[in-house]
Each structure stands twice: as C-alpha cells, then as structure tokens.
C-alpha cells in the first residue's frame, strides 16, 4: 500500500487535519545522527573530529563525520542495522495506529533535518513507511564505493536556522502548493509534533486554531515556555506538551469529537 493509495477517498482538504513530524527525538528515541556513531569500532567520533562542528553548519559535520566511518570501514549494512535498532519514541506508534485508523482525516508529513536514508530505512523497517505523504529531509544515498554520501536540503534568508534548512519555508512551501493544487482549499488545522530547537520556527508560522506539540522538558518545549513569557503575542498556535504519543492521541480526539 502507498501512501497515495490511502488518499484516493480521503475527505477535502478544508475537512482535513495535516499532520507535520520531526524525525529525530520526536518519531524515534534518539538522534539517528548519534545512533549510527556506534556502528564504528570504537564506538565513538575521535575529539578531533568532534571540534570540527560549527554553529550553523551541522549538515556539513555530518558529511564529515560519514565520510569518516567509510574510511573506518562501516559497512551499509551496519549503518542500516544502527538506524533499525532505534526505539520509538514512548506511544509513538500508538499515535501512528490512531492516524492510519482515521488515514481519510489526517495527511502526515515527515520534516526533518535527518537524511532520507536514516528516516525511510526505520520507517520501513517499522512498517510505517506508507502512512507518510511526503518526506523533507536532507538528500543521502551510498554511492559506488559504499559511502552514505550526504547533501544540504536547500538554501535559504532565515537567520534563524541552520544554513541548510529552514522548516517554515518547507511547511509554508507545502501549505501553498497543496492549496494551488486544490483550488484555493485549506486545511481545517494544522498540527507540528517536534522537539528541538528548529522546531520552533515552523511552529511560527502557524494560527490560532492549529497545535504545536513540543515534547515535555526537551528544547522546543523550554522555548516556547520562554517566548509565552517575552513575547507571548507573536506565538499564536496552542500549546500541548507531550510526554507520549498517547498524549498526542487524547488531545486528537477531543479535536475530532469537536468538529
């Protein structure tokens, strides 16, 4: 089943909820960037190579640091393995079996800072793959001598985010071509599930009547707590904490049982 094939009777677009996910710490338990580190032989980046990161720039560390695991011979089968052995996070896959229950309501959204090779090989290895309409995310593929060779999503103006990606843009992209595609038709809501820092500026661009879900006590959420604070007008999206996915549900179906 693809993912195309779960919208052939979904409802409108203006009497639909789209979904946007972050992929790591949101949908998975840990930073995929961090989990493949273990498939070297010692486990761990020499200091070297961990001083190397600058602020603003970590897509291009990560091109590094792949580049220095081939060169320790990690092998595509062990980076695959690492990234397959990442738990989800605490009622995530609770939340994904109430999404596909309600599939013609709900249109899912991947937007991540991860790469494509780390979030479709997990989301397919935990059978999910095909509930996802789109995925944005930093390009990544094993070339001919087997390195996971690494590039930026795009270039952007924002000074608020990492060179290589601002999710705002990709969310307000997305949200306009969906509209030209429909002839002018909104969705009912919008709803952003993450946890990190940029996180935040996507969550920017939303209104008075879609949801941020920040995970409780992670950066997203001690921003956001910080900002109702300072500048509690510029935000406008509500505001639902989440420990578990199951949190993330019981607030879904209030929504549901409201419309």
């Known amino acids: ?7 052939t009777h979904a409802a409108p677009k203006e009497q639909r ?22 498939a070297l032989p010692g486990q761990q980046l020499p200091d070297w190579l961990k001083s190397s990161y600058r602020e603003g720039h970590y897509n291009e560390h990560m091109q590094k640091v792949l580049a220095y695991m ?14 397959e052995k990442i738990p989800p996070s605490p009622g995530l896959l609770t939340l994904l079996q ?10 899912l959204v991947v937007v991540s800072d991860a790469n494509m090779y780390f979030i479709e090989t997990w989301l397919e290895h935990a059978g999910v793959h095909h509930l996802f309409q789109k995925i944005f995310t930093n390009p990544a593929s094993f070339d001919t001598r087997g390195r996971l060779m690494l590039l930026p999503f795009h270039s952007h103006t924002c000074s608020r985010c990492p060179e290589n990606m601002c999710k705002q ?13 429909c002839g002018g038709s909104h969705y009912q809501r919008v709803f952003y599930i993450g946890d990190g820092t940029n996180d935040i500026c996507p969550s920017l661009a939303l ?7 920040p995970r409780r006590d992670y950066s997203m959420h001690r921003l956001l707590l910080e900002m109702q604070r300072s500048q509690g007008a510029r935000f406008k999206a509500n505001i639902v904490p989440w420990v578990s996915g199951e949190d993330i549900v019981d607030c879904l179906k209030k929504i549901m049982a409201e419309r």
């Open 1 to 7: 089943m693809t993912a195309q094939s779960n919208l």
């Open 17 to 38: 909820f789209l979904v946007f996910f972050d992929f790591d710490e949101t949908i998975i338990n840990e930073n995929s960037d961090d989990a493949v580190v273990h």
């Open 70 to 83: 081939a060169d320790q011979g990690v092998s595509k089968d062990a980076i695959r393995s690492a990234v």
């Open 98 to 107: 109430y999404l596909q229950s309600h599939q013609h309501d709900f249109e």
């Open 169 to 181: 843009v990709i969310l307000r992209e997305y949200l306009a071509a969906q509209q030209k595609e």
């Open 207 to 213: 209104g008075p009547q879609d949801t941020v879900f």
